[in-house]
Every structure is written in C-alpha cells, then in structure tokens.
C-alpha cells in the first residue's frame, strides 16, 4: 500500500520506469529550451527588426515550455507516485494554475507567431517596418495577461482538502483537487477553455496556413515569389 509503505511503491518498476522517463523528459525539455534561448537571444538576432520580432515569440514559447518543464513536471511526478498531496495548499493552487497558463501563453503565441507569418507573406515589403520589437513585446505583455485570466478562476477553486480513509479513524488522505460551488459551473468552465484554446486556435491557424499557401502558389505562377524578402 503506497499510504502505508511509500518506498515499496517507489521500489516498484512501473515507478522506477515512470521516474526515468520523466527524468529524461526534463532533462531533453530544460537542456533544449534553454539552448532555443540561448540561441534565439544571440545579438545577432537583433540587427534586423523583423528577425528579431519573430525570434521573440519564440523566445516566449521556450518560456512557456521551461516553466512546465521546470514547476509542473517535478510535481506531478511525486504527486502520481505518492497519492497524498504533501506539498501544501499554495502549490495546490499555484501548480495547476502556472501548468494552464503555460499551455494558454503557448496556443496564444502559436496564434500570434501564425498572425506573423501570414502578414509576412502577404505584405513581404512591409512587414519588417511594420512588426516591430516594440509591438511585438506588448502583444507578449498581452498574451500573459490574457491566459492569466482565462486561467485566473484555478486558484480560486483548487484547494488542499483531506479525506478520511477509516471511518472513526484519525487517518486522513491530504488531497488538491478543484472544488466548484457547482458541477454545471466546472462543465462550463472546462467548455469555456476547450474552445479558447483548442477550437478556435486550430481553427484559426488552419485557415491562416492555407490562406498563405494558395496565396504563395498564387505568387510562384505570376513569378512575384522571392523568399528573401521574407523577415
């Protein structure tokens, strides 16, 4: 019983598998995103605006990813090999609240980095004058606040909770789990994110690449096509 023995279930091999796999996730996911900002943050980068622009978007995905990496994995590893939730009622809130708005600043800046592009290839000419680093660091100011407000009502609604194993017994389970006033209200909630950042991002990026597929095809037959103008 992990409860009643907690090494016998770190000592079991579908633990012991599970630990490594999750080892070697962070150690590929902290070495590479740090090395994609490292990279992307060279100065060289710098000396063309347009360059620099969507290097930053990028620059934000790897924040995105090294906060998950780096807050919620370690976490969610002890959290599954050890039930009990040990960790107190702040990190109950703050570990799923940080882990949604990752994945939301992460579908957001997909989105505008898709915006990007296509303005790119529609207006090659203009858009290294016209996405400028200043521009592009409000709208990173944005996509922040935005999925800190989608994501705003999981720290509110998580919370540390215990349960009794034994009736009459002074057993308890430290638990974190999401307490709602109501079912129908989590429901809508979860609707709510599922369409803010699935439905309408995919759907939108859908449409943004092939606009600028036909469009590029369109450009290659009337001979109006040079990819040296692109930022």
Avoid at 196 to 204: D, G, K, Q, T
Wanted: charged share 15%; with cysteine.
């Amino acid at each position: 019983n992990v409860l009643v023995n907690p090494w016998r279930a770190i000592l079991e091999p579908t633990t012991i598998a599970l630990t490594v796999m999750y080892t070697l996730s962070f150690a590929v996911g902290f070495v590479g995103n740090v090395m994609s900002i490292r990279v992307l943050s060279n100065r060289r980068s710098k000396r063309l605006p347009g360059v620099s622009a969507t290097r930053s978007l990028l620059v934000n995905l790897a924040v995105c990813d090294l906060m998950v990496v780096c807050i919620c994995m370690p976490i969610t590893l002890g959290h599954t090999i050890y039930t009990a939730w040990v960790y107190g009622d702040f990190l109950c809130r703050a570990v799923p609240f940080t882990q949604a708005v990752s994945v939301s600043a992460s579908v957001l800046s997909l989105t505008v980095i898709s915006v990007n592009r296509y303005y790119s290839v529609h207006n090659p000419l203009s858009a290294r004058s016209f996405i400028t680093c200043r521009k592009i660091f409000w709208t990173i100011v944005v996509v922040w606040v935005l999925s800190s407000g989608i994501c705003s009502p999981l720290i509110f609604m998580n919370r540390r909770d215990e349960i009794h194993l034994i009736e009459d017994q002074p057993f308890v389970l430290p638990i974190c789990r999401e307490s709602w006033p109501q079912a129908t209200l989590k429901q809508a909630y979860n609707v709510l994110l599922f369409v803010a950042l699935y439905c309408l991002p995919v759907a939108f990026n859908l449409t943004k690449f092939e606009s600028c597929v036909l469009y590029s095809q369109e450009a290659k037959k009337k001979g109006l096509w040079n990819v040296n103008v692109l930022p």
